[in-house]
């Protein structure tokens, strides 16, 4: 079956940088037209980070424009998130999503497919 798994997530101090990435077993990332990056801190609602469509266009929220980066390896069935220069409020729960249709979403009920998440704390 299908399934995304994020990894590294961790703690960092404020300035740092980190880099997640997203694997789709059972399928390629190819086969999605359109991948983003969620985030979920504890008593708020998820939010979109950034997403991406088959031909490599972005969208970011204002909050990470600037600062993160999200990319795809079609040879590797990976997708990336950059996380450059992070603050505080960015620690949250990061999750890796995907859906069949194009559109750079960032609302999460424009996606389908999810993975379990890594934690990312800033202090």
């Known amino acids: 079956h299908v399934q995304l798994v994020e990894s590294g997530g961790g703690s960092v101090q404020a300035g740092g940088s980190l880099r997640l990435s997203c694997a789709a077993s059972g399928y390629t990332v190819n086969n999605y037209s359109s991948m983003a990056w969620f985030r979920q801190a504890p008593g708020k609602e998820r939010e979109g980070v950034a997403s991406?469509?088959?031909?490599?266009?972005?969208n970011y929220a204002d909050s990470v424009k600037g600062r993160f980066s999200i990319s795809k390896d079609n040879a590797k069935i990976t997708l990336y998130l950059q996380m450059n220069s992070l603050k505080p409020e960015d620690t949250a729960m990061y999750y890796c999503a995907a859906r069949y249709n194009t559109g750079l979403f960032l609302s999460s009920r424009y996606y389908g497919v999810w993975g379990q998440g890594t934690q990312v704390t800033v202090s």
């Open positions: 991406i469509i088959s031909n490599s266009s972005t």
